[in-house]
């Protein structure tokens, strides 16, 4: 494809996602079809080019119908997965330069403007100082979780890196943690039994004299702990663990604080929300999502250390291929020791169009609209009889269980599932089936969640 090939059907690219987000209220939210469907509709590799008149046809024909419309303001599920349009073009910034940021060296603004921004959102989301320098993009929460677990194991024993673990170390959840945390021990090379499920209280929270109490049953009994993770809002119901409090525990066991607020992080921008995260200037890694609630296209988490060289000691290695000048003279970072895979995308491209475009301050308007929001419904299931809230609202994060039973909340849930206007995922809180509603999409406004709360209250 030649440059000006390129300006003529990127045009008509650009119009197709122009088209497809102004119509994409009047599309079912979850996709209908059946397993197999998508494939069925797919033709053999071509053996000759065939430009991409057929491929702008398949979008329709297969793509779409095959698509549940995250972006949809009718989407309640899950979490909110923000791709902006900014962020969408950002994005296509970072493909058309198409540079691997894997090294200072291999592009030397791919490394710069990502430090730039980290260090820059350490201000604006009230992070502590300690942060500073310590930023890095992730591709998810959970590649987050991984680096702070291979850092804590580094820290925590010199010789990991030589002979990996001893098999008595052990790291924290509570039943509420992300499944991301358990994956990232086990990658780790830690078994099942190394991680401790610690109970949590009636509002959900990690039990911390539970907590203390496990460390110590550990530590009396030869274990080393290496990592406890603390979340603020977690993804079952958005409940926000007592983390000043875990982290004296953490303190004094010489234990790796990582704070998980993969979806809860960005409303650290407001100041009114900053109670939430009190704590997390002893922490010593924190992540947040921008692709979840920061109007930024998947993939990009926010991942800061108190640390960097811990974790770059932990995973450096330098074979002789990438040996370079500005390397060797320490005056810069180069990226591919604080993650898992070498090769790194231009990711910060599409933060820095969301930043540019919005403003702090547009952001800022974009998480308060759905707290707002969440705000609203919780006043309108608050006063409802059939309806009650199972734990308390969480920022946008409204859960809420039928008063007549599990039966009851599901088939409304079901009800309003199929009808396509509004999707919606549950959770089980203390064995109750409870449905979550995760306001966020960039699109929702108030006559979408009316529009969903009376389908749900209709439909039995
Ligand atoms: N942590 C929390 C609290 C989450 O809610 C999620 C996903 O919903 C994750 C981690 C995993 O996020 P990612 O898909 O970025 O790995």
Excluded at 83 to 107: E, H, N
Excluded at 321 to 347: H, K
């Amino acid at each position: 494809m030649q440059p000006d090939e390129f300006r003529r059907i990127g045009h008509e690219v650009i119009d197709w996602i122009a088209d497809y987000r102004e119509r994409l209220g009047d599309l079912p939210v979850r996709s209908q079809v059946e397993p197999g469907w998508v494939r069925s509709k797919l033709a053999p590799l071509p053996e000759h080019g065939e430009g991409f008149d057929g491929l702008l046809a398949d979008l329709d024909r297969v793509v779409v119908p095959g698509t549940t419309h995250w972006q949809h303001p009718g989407f309640y599920a899950y979490f909110p997965s923000n791709a902006s349009l900014p962020s969408v073009l950002g994005d296509l910034v970072s493909s058309g330069l198409g540079v691997q940021g894997m090294l200072w060296s291999t592009s030397p603004a791919a490394t710069e403007v990502e430090q730039h921004l980290m260090d820059e959102l350490v201000g604006a989301m009230g992070l502590p100082r300690s942060f500073v320098g310590g930023g890095v993009i992730q591709d998810t929460a959970s590649s987050a979780a991984l680096v702070a677990v291979l850092a804590a194991l580094h820290r925590r024993s010199g010789k990991w890196r030589q002979s990996g673990v001893d098999g008595d170390e052990t790291v924290y959840v509570s039943s509420q943690t992300h499944s991301s945390i358990e994956r990232a021990a086990r990658i780790a090379g830690l078994g099942e039994e190394a991680v401790r499920s610690i109970a949590v209280d009636g509002v959900l929270a990690m039990d911390v004299a539970e907590l203390e109490r496990q460390i110590q049953s550990d530590v009396d009994s030869g274990r080393r702990p290496v990592l406890v993770c603390a979340t603020i809002g977690t993804t079952g119901t958005g409940a926000v663990d007592p983390v000043a409090e875990i982290a004296e525990v953490c303190a004094r066991h010489g234990i790796w604080l990582h704070v998980d607020a993969a979806w809860a992080g960005p409303a650290a921008l407001c100041p009114e929300f900053r109670g939430l995260f009190a704590g997390v200037e002893k922490a010593d890694s924190f992540c947040a999502n921008a692709h979840k609630w920061m109007l930024t296209a998947f993939d990009l988490s926010l991942f800061w250390t108190a640390h960097p060289d811990v974790l770059v000691d932990a995973l450096t290695i330098l074979p002789e291929y990438l040996r370079n000048s500005a390397t060797e003279s320490g005056a810069v970072v180069d990226y591919r020791d604080w993650q898992i895979p070498l090769g790194r995308r231009f990711r910060s491209l599409k933060l820095w169009s969301v930043l540019r475009w919005y403003g702090l301050e547009g952001i800022r308007s974009h998480l308060r609209g759905h707290v707002a929001l969440a705000s609203a419904l919780e006043s309108w299931v608050a006063a409802d009889a059939d309806w009650e809230l199972v734990v308390p609202r969480s920022l946008s994060l409204v859960t809420i269980a039928h008063r007549d039973g599990d039966e009851a909340t599901r088939r409304a849930m079901d009800a309003v599932n199929a009808e396509g206007t509004a999707f919606l995922t549950h959770t089980t809180v203390n064995g109750r089936f409870a449905v979550r509603i995760a306001i966020g999409a960039e699109a929702t406004q108030e006559e979408h969640v009316r529009a969903m709360w009376e389908a749900l209250r209709s439909s039995r």
